[in-house]
């Protein structure tokens, strides 16, 4: 029978009893199809393969050995891979050599880190899950004991000019009997004498000023002349600020992480290339996919899971992690404190904006 009928028949998948001639009951099926194929390439026709025939092999191990034959070979390398991608219907699209990972949302990439715990009980897929969603990501709640070192001190000379013109406009003048005794541990008695009244101090910025530079007179007009409202303005600048500038640094830091297994940047679109209307994101992983599937087949000949066993990206990758060496989960190891100067500048851009009396 000539070889390209043989080839059809092999292609058609089901009618294999011809693999008999090409070797012994005694030989493995693998080595049946072994020994047909490389007569097929002897002659040049191995392009006429269709790896994406429905193939009814009695063992696993052929499958997974014919998968990873057509991985290496170039005649049926593109073919087998676009295969590949139609079997991993749900999120990936293939496209004229190019492979898409479609997503409804970027949290959904949360997948690839690891969700063992590795510091503050926290895993690495809860933190790329929390920055990578689209809600706001606040990891703490408390993030100050001291506002005037933490706030009033980073503000910049121009800041902190404006603060006082602020604070004089609210305070107007303290009346020394008005408050408790704590007063005679700051410079406001000093101040109010100084200016030829020891019961009264007229404020203005300037006088704010000297006072603020002292810590123990903020901390009791902080504490004693001004709202609650004033003194939690404070705290609720700090701990935004810190919490923005913490996540922007471990999202950072998570891209740092995509990117170094082939995940970039994706584009948003309101049309989903399977034909359905809400916003996907889309995201080329070509050279990822390529890897992954590599490891994949290379790391399951001789067990009982085939590519066909999976329908979507993230189970393929979670269990080819589980197989290959090679190929691991993503482990962040981010600080548990912001950049210093990124926390002062943001709370230089942001602290008239919380700023209540």
């Known amino acids: 029978m000539a070889l390209k009928n043989l080839i059809d028949r092999f292609n058609k998948g089901d009618d294999l009893d011809f693999l008999s001639a090409f070797g012994s009951s005694d030989d493995e099926e693998w080595e049946r199809v072994r020994r047909f194929l490389k007569i097929v390439e002897s002659r040049g026709l191995l392009a006429l393969i269709d790896p994406s ?42 496209d004229n050599g190019r492979i898409f990972l479609v997503l409804e949302g970027l949290s959904e990439l949360s997948g690839l880190f690891c969700s063992n715990e590795y510091s503050r009980m926290v895993s690495s897929y809860d933190l790329a899950y929390g920055i990578l969603s ?64 020891d019961k009264v101090l007229r404020v203005d ?29 404070l705290i609720q600048c700090h701990l935004n600020a810190y919490n923005q500038a913490l996540t922007e640094e471990w999202a950072e830091e998570v891209n740092k992480k995509l990117e170094s297994v082939g995940i970039g940047k994706g584009v948003w679109s309101n049309r989903h290339p399977k034909g359905k209307n809400y916003t996907t994101y889309k995201v080329d992983i070509t050279d990822n996919f390529i890897r992954i599937l590599s490891h994949f087949l290379k790391s399951h000949i001789g067990f009982n899971s085939t590519i066909y066993d999976f329908n979507n990206y993230f189970s393929l990758v979670e269990d080819t992690e589980n197989y290959s060496d090679d190929v691991t989960c993503l482990e962040l190891r981010i600080d548990d404190y912001p950049n210093q100067k990124n926390l002062d500048k943001l709370i230089n851009e942001s602290i008239f904006e919380y700023l209540d009396f």
């Open 53 to 94: 025939a429905g193939f009814d092999f009695n063992d696993v191990y052929t499958q997974n050995s014919f998968d990873w034959y057509c991985f290496r070979k170039p005649e049926l390398r593109e073919k087998f891979i676009e295969q590949a991608c139609r079997q991993l219907y749900r999120d990936i699209v293939y």
């Open 134 to 197: 689209d809600d706001t990501y606040n990891p703490y709640d408390d993030t100050t004991e001291d506002v005037y070192r933490d706030v009033i001190g980073v503000l910049t000379n121009e800041n902190f000019r404006l603060f006082c013109i602020y604070v004089a406009e609210n305070l107007k003048e303290i009346v020394l009997s008005e408050y408790s005794d704590d007063i005679y541990e700051t410079i406001i008695p000093e101040l109010a004498e100084s200016f030829g009244d």
């Open 205 to 233: 910025k300037e006088i704010i000023g000297r006072m603020f530079k002292d810590e123990n007179t903020f901390t009791f007009i902080y504490q004693e002349l001004l709202t609650e409202d004033f003194h939690n303005s």
